[in-house]
């Protein structure tokens, strides 16, 4: 069974910077993210092998005077091949700095006249090192686009005699002597000139050469062909030599139309990291286990959190904590604090070691329980969001084949196989349903959907709720035909992938505004908006139908009543019930069996002003200190 494509990298904490604000870009890995339970509180920072990893590219541009044609030479508006180059560097850097900021990017221009490169490689410029997405780098390759085009003969000129050898020679000493360890290295070769070196074969043979040293040593090499006005650009007299080896199965390049589009496309979202969330082991029975690796398919995304600058630096600050001994003042250290839970009016303390005895439950694996089918798996059962599995090798030798036949018996039966799941050390068991996917292919015969198990975390008997409905009024056999009609003209086909978080996307293009100096920020179009022409031009009759046939005569829907009494009166109200709960409350008996917890604040703050007991704070926790002092608890 053909593997899911899943490539190991790593993260780091990002930020991004302007100039009077910054803010930190919440944890962006793939497979984990803070869901606000015990599962959510692991460890945040990985390495793979010991190693930070991030992506490094480079722009490989030919600056041949080809380049700078336009079709129409008097159009100001047309952009030459130079200058749509440029424009996909600027918006791969924008993107980055939103998605990947760690990233390195570099631009790298050949076929110039002068030169510019740690090697004094003749006619090779090294416009922008690698280094990581910045505002200052991308205003840099505004001013060459908008007004640089009609100095760029003179700022770097032309020249034909330029070695392709030498060109990927730097880029490859610009992965090789960058102060980062980059993981996927990438190289875009950007050209409208489909026969570089015509009549020098030993050029031709060096280029080729180092294009196979690139390969050997974990650089990518990509090339982006541009078509000359009423020309057609073959990639064999060159270039298909330049990129691919007898070995190579697949050797048609990509449209570069479509490249192109996906490269001058506005991507404001993060990058997730495909990586492992954790591996281990998957027991089937005594002695019989087998390696998987714990992914997240759909996380939340977050704003980032602010950080704190000073006023007159604009530096972080550094927060630091000291817990002080209420009494005397005096700074408790670690070692000094210990772990309490109220039982029964009675304070039990906990030493460190009993409390990790507690939350101990046993290695962290996966234990199958048994099989069930799948048809029990309820929608409501979701508890939190689902996880996948997928077989890992370097764990247990021989998992793929003993998951595939698990997998495949699954889908064959029609069953979910349930399990115990201890996501970490110190962490509790959970249920899970495995629900078995099959690997799914587009017409393109790409991979869409990656062959394992969906982790379905199941609630617990303590987990479901009984809920009291109240007698509602029924509707009617014909409202409900009304509502049936108007319901099956308003589907569509809904798919999470379509739609943007308009509260993250605003956000972020205040954030640029800023940076980049921006008079305003650029439009948000709310895709979560409805689209009310549409639904007016398929259903409007059947909605005026549902209406006629539901509402009386007159009345119009999402009007708002306005209340009598206004804010005051709800005040006043609301007071007057929170006097009548403490004055019903036998507030020592609640303080004796250690129930005062489960009032509110403001029964809380009413009962201490009734008793009239001194509280030392305003906080649950003094209030219920204050009232058990008082009736000596």
């Not at 980059?182 to 015509?198: C, E, S, W």
């Not at 062909?225 to 990509?254: C, I, M, R, W």
């Not at 019903?584 to 009962?607: F, M, Y």
Request: hydrophobic share 35%; charged share 30%.
């Amino acid at each position: 069974m053909p593997g899911a494509n899943f490539r190991e990298k790593n993260f780091e904490e990002q930020k991004t910077t302007n100039r009077k604000y910054r803010v930190k870009k919440e944890m962006a890995d793939f497979g984990f993210a803070n869901f606000g339970d015990d599962d959510d509180n692991e460890e945040e920072e990985f390495t793979f092998q010991g190693v930070t990893q991030r992506d490094g590219l480079i722009f490989l541009i030919d600056c041949s005077k080809s380049m700078f044609d336009k079709d129409d030479e008097d159009n100001e508006e047309e952009e030459s091949h130079f200058q749509l180059c440029l424009r996909c560097a600027q918006t791969t850097l924008q993107n980055k700095i939103i998605s990947s900021d760690k990233d390195l990017v570099g631009i790298v221009f050949y076929g110039t006249e002068k030169s510019q490169n740690p090697s004094d490689f003749k006619h090779v410029y090294v416009y922008q090192g690698l280094e990581q997405p910045g505002a200052e780098r991308i205003l840099e390759l505004e001013s060459l686009i908008d007004d640089g085009m009609k100095s760029f003969e003179k700022d770097y000129g032309h020249n034909t005699a330029y070695s392709l050898n030498d060109a990927l020679w730097t880029c490859q000493n610009m992965f090789a002597n960058s102060s980062q360890k980059v993981g996927f290295k990438r190289i875009m070769l950007f050209t409208n000139n489909d026969n570089p070196h015509a009549g020098a074969p030993q050029l031709q043979r060096q280029a080729k050469t180092k294009a196979g040293d690139l390969k050997e040593t974990g650089i990518e090499l990509e090339l982006m062909h541009l078509q000359k006005p009423n020309e057609s650009f073959e990639v064999d007299k060159f270039y298909k030599d330049l990129l691919y080896s007898a070995d190579d199965d697949f050797t048609e390049l990509a449209n570069p139309a479509e490249r192109l589009e996906e490269l001058l496309t506005r991507v404001r979202s993060k990058d997730h990291k495909k990586r492992a969330l954790r591996r281990i082991p998957l027991t089937l029975g005594p002695g019989l286990e087998l390696g998987v690796g714990v992914y997240t398919l759909v996380r939340p995304c977050y704003k980032p959190t602010a950080v704190k600058l000073s006023r007159n630096t604009n530096e972080e600050l550094k927060t630091h904590s000291k817990t002080y001994l209420r009494e005397t003042g005096e700074v408790l250290m670690p070692q000094d604090l210990k772990k309490a839970q109220t039982y029964g009016g009675k304070r039990i303390s906990f030493e460190n070691d009993e409390i990790n005895q507690i939350k101990n439950f046993g290695e962290t694996s996966f234990k199958l329980m048994g099989f069930k089918p799948s048809s029990l798996l309820k929608k409501y059962y979701h508890v939190k969001p689902a996880q996948f599995i997928y077989p890992d090798e370097t764990t247990i030798t021989g998992s793929t084949t003993l998951f595939t036949a698990l997998l495949k018996k699954s889908l064959e039966r029609d069953v979910t196989a349930i399990c115990k799941y201890i996501s970490g050390k110190n962490f509790p068991p959970r249920f899970v349903a495995l629900v078995p996917q099959e690997e799914e292919f587009d017409k393109q015969n790409v991979q869409i959907s990656p062959p394992g198990f969906h982790v379905i975390y199941l609630p617990f008997a303590d987990d479901f709720r009984k809920v009291k409905f109240e007698e509602q009024p029924k509707a009617g056999s014909e409202q409900v035909e009304k509502a049936k009609e108007m319901i099956k003209k308003m589907k569509f086909t809904f798919n999470s992938e379509n739609f943007e978080n308009p509260s993250l996307q605003k956000y972020w293009r205040n954030i640029e505004a800023l940076a980049l100096d921006r008079t305003a920020p650029e439009e948000v179009e709310d895709f979560t908006l409805p689209d009310d022409e549409r639904m007016l031009k398929r259903a409007g009759e059947a909605i005026d139908n549902f209406k006629d046939m539901v509402f009386p005569s007159g009345y119009e829907p999402g009007a708002k009543k306005r209340k009598a009494g206004g804010a005051t009166g709800n005040a006043a109200a609301k007071k007057a019930k929170t006097a009548d709960a403490s004055a019903s409350i036998d507030v020592k008996k609640e303080a004796e069996e250690g129930r005062l917890g489960k009032l509110t604040v403001a029964v809380l703050k009413e009962i201490v002003k009734k008793e009239k007991i001194t509280a030392s704070g305003t906080k649950k926790a003094d209030l219920i200190d204050a009232i058990n002092d008082h009736f000596g608890v």
